[in-house]
């Protein structure tokens, strides 16, 4: 399972770079996207039991209150709230793109292709 976990964390990661180095806009959003997948796939597997089922997540009487019998709820929580924050964010950047898009007639992120159709007749 953990192989697993660390090569989607690493297929995320690589394609999200890749993607950031494209020269549109869109492609570029798409890029982020996938490095918040891959870095909330990081947090949550560096969680003691992240990968773990079965594990109860509250304290229960009769237990051990130790690391080892119960799930950590913290990189969790991290998770859920990057997934909401990342979220928001794509809905604006998507809204600032099309705004860009709409002004300059292209989705290129230096705008020379708009220039450079401009200039010919």
Sequence with gaps: MEIVLALAIGVFTGAGVWLLLRPRTFQIIMGLSLLSYAVNLFIFSMGRLGLQTGKPPVLQ???VQDL??????LPQALVLTSIVIGFAMTALFLVVLLAARGMSGTDHVDGSHAREHREMP
């Design 61 to 63: 009487a009769g237990l």
């Design 68 to 73: 080892q019998h119960y799930a950590d709820p």
